[in-house]
């Protein structure tokens, strides 16, 4: 593999618009609670424009916040892994919500399905309920 070599225009360049984008999203390892909140305020609002989308030109970037946000959770709420059903039916429970009381998942059928495992959370609705929560969008996606 050969070596990739930049000339100093290009790192300049290159530079720049790592620094604008950096403005806005949060580009490197999670450092803090703040940082934490940040970074999952700036997912939620690439999967409000469907960067979840492999398609979409932003899914990388939704791709590379989401594990900085999984490597911040994984250090500081360490939590067992467990499947997106058996975490919405958790967060049901603690919250006493019912399944016809989900209108961000759909109808009750829907839910009971994903309870049930034959159906999975879409992206649409796992922003959705993880902002009901108040909880990280990561925590629905397996280990």
């Known amino acids: 593999m050969e070596a990739l070599i930049f000339s100093s225009t290009e ?30 305020r700036v997912l939620n609002a690439l999967l409000d424009v469907g960067a979840a989308d ?27 892994d ?27 059928g829907v839910v009971s399905e994903i309870l049930n495992g034959k159906r999975e959370l879409n992206a649409r609705q796992i922003r959705d309920v993880s902002k009901r929560f108040g909880v990280s969008p990561a925590v629905f996606f397996p280990a």
């Not at 790192?11 to 999952?40: C, M, Q, T």
């Not at 999984?70 to 939590?79: E, N, P, Q």
């Open 82 to 108: 467990a499947m997106p059903a058996e975490v919405l039916r958790a967060l049901m429970d603690q919250h006493g919500i019912r399944q016809s009381e989900l209108p961000e998942i759909g109808s009750q």
């Open 11 to 40: 790192v300049a360049e290159l530079a720049g618009h790592f620094g604008a984008l950096s403005e806005k999203v949060p580009l490197r390892p999670i450092a803090d609670v703040a940082e934490y909140e940040e970074a999952v």
């Open 54 to 80: 492999e398609t979409h030109p932003l899914a990388g970037l939704v791709t590379a916040l989401g594990e900085f946000i999984v490597d911040f959770d994984d250090a500081h709420y360490s939590l067992p």
